[in-house]
């Protein structure tokens, strides 16, 4: 079979017009690359692809082709058979009452022809929410200050943040990604760049709370967290070192002297999320035990083998094993009281946390799932405007054929992992759940090519567990994105991404208030754009010149920007053009969530995260300018208020 049959029965588009108008061809060397990379994906004869069923009304799927009637179908789940029927006509009526979740199909013709589909029976939409209009306080957790915490925003800093956000009157609080990292490599910090998207970063763990840990285990521990507090940027390798060895005495001390209640609740954590979670254990004892990524392993330990993984928790390394649980279930445990903190207090969203688009090839999601993420391709971006050559991320993503050989049950575990302790979670990139643009290893990121995902089938899950969890979805959906793209989206109840800075016509001028779509999140800015004291003070562009990075306008260009926002705001009734004046405005749009960045409401000049550096820049470093119990004080309570008015938990009172 020739490279373009091959491309096209695996959804690769060889052949695309960039944002430029230049019509891209995938070097044939760099298609067999990716070819290569992409499992087999299975061309279904009697459907057109996975099977999505949503749950309301009387469901019906068309059938490509019928085969010789009668057409038998059977849908199995966990082992047993779901419903089963046959139908003369091209078409299969679904019976009311089909279980929500992820099932086989087999469809078998009178001649015994027989084909398996994946199927996903799935709620009409995503859960929506039980609130008119409400806005968070968006927070860098490793940024925060406090005058207890280890060098590092934790979780006990989290609690106080959600107390402090329902004093502003907030719904909730919304996080940088708390994905697990590479706990030997602390100086790599991207939260955009992790290890797996099925667990947390331990580092965010306040290791005085655990009832195991005492002072007197760590004996200078005192001193160097005050000295770890000190400075304007988080010390990853030396906080990581004594947190590290904290957590390690804190276990020590748990396998000692643990009460029985705290052995149930541990075994019972250990249970709820196996076998991944003794799996994740699993890797991360290999991984310090062998140099190198996972696929320079002894071959025995290339694939993750429940055998031998039994044998490895049952064997010399069981106290180790047990460890990254007991840390996990640590971090789980002070997240989830953070969630519950929030629900104690009457907020409407609570946490509302971010999905990372990939994850590293050499982390554990990348090795438990070989077929469904493919460690050879790198998802990224196309040549455009602002990046000539087009981008390369780094990070592997899912795959179709993978996920529709195991009924996107993979996907599914991200979605739930990631909405364990959330009201709310950002789904960063979400066009790739149509498709993704893959640069395979070792070629430019201008010989990628894009690849298509079942986006019918994804958005099944995504409703799925939705509203298995109660949690809100919002796509990150910035950019140009194919025609029918966000109306598909919204029509399963995922809501858009919207960001005030690029909500500006052609001529420049920005979009006035009824522009802006109600199932959706607004914000001003991103972790990736000028905070709006650096916007107005042109700081963001000094300081990408003087990186040698293009900032994509001119000092005239900004002053217009200027002008047009004092415009809008003009229209408005609005005469004044300071921060609260812009949340004011955004208050009034009839997006559902707006969402307030702590660096804009402490009047921070430099961004979280310039794209296109590494170390040029302290990207994810930062921390907030003042300790946590004094930003109430630095924050102008009577005009927040006021701005945030209509959308309130406290009705600005």
């Known amino acids: 079979m020739d490279l373009l049959a091959q491309a096209q029965i695996k959804g690769v588009q060889s052949e695309f017009v960039d944002a430029l108008g230049k019509l891209r061809v995938t070097d044939p060397v760099a298609l067999k690359s990716i070819l290569d990379a992409l499992p087999e994906k299975r061309v279904y004869r009697f459907v057109s692809g996975p099977v999505v069923v949503r749950a309301l009304g009387h469901p019906r799927t068309e059938l490509a082709a019928t085969g010789a009637p009668p057409l038998q179908w059977k849908i199995a789940g966990n082992g047993n058979v779901i419903a089963q ?51 968070l306080l968006a927070v860098q957790l490793y940024g925060v200050r406090s005058n207890r915490n280890w060098g590092i925003g934790d979780f006990t800093d989290l609690a106080d943040l959600v107390r402090l956000a329902k004093q502003l009157g907030a719904d909730g609080v919304g996080l940088n990604p708390l994905h697990v990292l590479f706990d030997d490599h602390p100086a790599d910090c991207s939260p955009y760049s992790p290890n797996s998207r099925l667990f947390l970063n331990p580092l965010y763990i306040d290791v005085e709370a655990i009832p195991e840990f005492s002072a007197d285990l760590v004996p200078d521990a005192a001193a160097t967290a005050a000295r770890l507090r000190e400075g304007d940027r988080v010390p990853y390798a030396d906080m990581a070192a004594l947190k590290w060895l904290a957590l390690r005495a804190a276990f020590n001390s748990f396998v000692r002297s643990a009460s029985g209640v705290r052995r149930n609740q541990f075994d019972a954590f250990r249970a709820d999320r196996a076998p991944l979670l003794s799996r994740f254990a699993c890797f991360e004892v290999l991984r310090h035990r062998f140099t190198g990524p996972w696929w320079e392993w002894p071959p025995e330990w290339r694939q993750p083998e429940e055998a031998k993984c039994a044998q490895l928790r049952n064997g010399p390394d069981k106290r180790e094993v047990e460890f990254v649980e007991f840390v996990q279930w640590t971090a789980d445990s002070q997240l989830h009281a953070a969630k519950e903190l929030a629900g104690q207090l009457g907020m409407r969203v609570g946490l509302y946390l971010d999905v990372a688009v990939g994850v590293q090839s050499n982390g554990f999601d990348a090795w438990n799932e070989q077929t469904a993420i493919s460690r050879h391709l790198a998802v990224g971006a196309p040549p455009d405007v602002l990046n000539t050559v087009g981008q390369d991320w780094g990070l592997a993503g899912f795959n179709a054929g993978g996920l529709e050989a195991q009924s996107f049950v993979p996907f599914a575990d991200m979605l739930a992992a990631s909405m364990r302790h959330a009201g709310a979670i950002r789904i960063d990139h979400v066009l790739g759940l149509k498709r993704l643009y893959l640069v395979p290893r070792g070629f430019k990121p201008d010989n990628g090519a894009y690849v298509q995902m079942p986006f019918e089938a994804l958005l099944g899950a995504v409703a799925r567990e939705s509203a298995a969890h109660k949690c809100i979805v919002i796509g990150e959906d910035l950019g140009t994105v194919p025609e029918g793209f966000r109306e598909t989206m919204q029509d399963f109840g995922i809501w858009s991404y919207l960001v005030m800075m690029f909500e500006r016509d052609d001529a420049g001028h920005f979009r006035n208030i009824d522009y802006y779509r109600p199932n959706a999140l607004v914000t001003l800015n991103t972790h990736d754009l000028c905070t709006y004291a650096g916007w107005r003070s042109f700081s963001d562009l000094k300081m990408k010149l003087s990186l040698g990075l293009d900032p994509g306008e001119n000092d005239q260009a900004r002053w217009d920007a200027l002008g047009a926002l004092d415009e809008i705001l003009r229209q408005n009734g609005i005469n004044a053009n300071d921060l609260y004046s812009v949340l004011a405005f955004l208050s009034r749009t009839p997006s559902r969530l707006l969402a307030v960045s702590m660096e804009d409401l402490l009047g921070v000049i430099d961004q979280p995260n310039i794209p296109g550096t590494i170390d040029e820049h302290p990207n994810w470093r930062q921390r907030l300018p003042v300790t946590l119990d004094k930003i109430a004080a630095k924050v102008n309570l009577a005009a927040l208020k006021a701005a945030t008015r209509e959308r309130s938990l406290s009705g600005g009172s």
């Not at 009526?93 to 799935?122: C, F, K, N, Q, S």
């Open 85 to 135: 029927g046959a139908t003369r006509e091209p078409v299969i009526a679904w019976p009311a009452g089909l279980p929500l979740g992820y099932h086989r199909l087999t469809l078998t013709d009178a001649e015994g022809v027989t084909e398996e589909v994946p199927m996903i029976v799935a709620p009409e939409r995503a859960f929506g929410g039980d609130f008119d209009r409400g806005w």
